[in-house]
T-cell receptor, first 116, second 117 residues
């Protein structure tokens, strides 16, 4: 089955700096890679996702890159703000099948702290 | 975005009792829903896949007789923690995928915090 590794486990940056979180996956059939932000005690919120037919996607201060050959993908947050502080999870999922939507497998999470 | 609700948001129960958690997709139908468990400062661990009209698929190491899942309709899945023990105390989160064309996005419920005394 799929296995997703995520690094680093904690990341502290100064406000305005960039933050990069990296994930690797094991199943070459995986074709969907979302990133979730989870604040304490709340549900994970999708912040950006990328599919295997695209190498990079950007949404304002957030970007995600995907290297299918190396089986890794990264989240980039530029101009970080204190409100970006949260736990970020990457995930990977295989292709849609006839009867069962494939499950998401999550990375171990990265606790991002942005200091003012 | 799509809305997924969970009820209750938190529950405290005595050891040995059963607790039922509901997960609803409010504005779309979901033939599949997922149940996760999250311990403090840890990642989301998939427990099982809930399938409307058929049996749930459990992940390795998850006891199907302890965590009963029923996908009663296209908008409702329930997770019952039977004979709960303190080690079952956790944050339980469901998710439901919504498909638009060939793209699918998974939306999470707000979670249910379970404390077993």
């Amino acid at each position: 089955g799929e296995n997703v590794e995520q690094h680093p486990s904690t990341l502290s940056v100064q406000e305005g700096d960039s933050a990069v979180i990296k994930c690797t996956y094991s199943d070459s059939a995986s074709n969907y890679f979302p990133w979730y932000k989870q604040e304490l005690g709340k549900r994970p919120q999708l912040i950006i996702d990328i599919r295997s037919n695209v190498g990079e996607k950007k949404d304002q201060r957030i970007a995600v890159t995907l290297n299918k050959t190396a089986k890794h993908f990264s989240l980039h947050i530029t101009e970080t703000q204190p409100e970006d502080s949260a736990v970020y999870f990457c995930a990977a999922r295989g292709g849609l099948r006839s009867y069962n939507t494939d499950k998401l497998i999550f990375g171990t999470g990265t606790r991002l702290q942005v200091f003012p | 975005g799509a809305v997924v609700s969970q009820h209750p948001s938190w529950v405290i129960c005595k050891s040995g009792t059963s607790v039922k958690i509901e997960c609803r997709s409010l504005d779309f139908q979901a033939t599949t829903m997922f149940w996760y468990r999250q311990f403090p400062k840890q990642s989301l661990m998939l427990m099982a896949t809930s399938n409307e009209g058929s049996k749930a698929t459990y992940e390795q190491g998850v006891e199907k007789d302890k965590f009963l899942i029923n996908h009663a309709s296209l908008t409702l899945s329930t997770l019952t923690v039977t004979s709960a023990h303190p080690e079952d105390s956790s944050f339980y989160i469901c998710s439901a995928p919504r498909t638009s064309g060939w793209e699918e996005t998974q939306y999470f419920g707000p979670g249910t915090r379970l404390l077993v005394l």
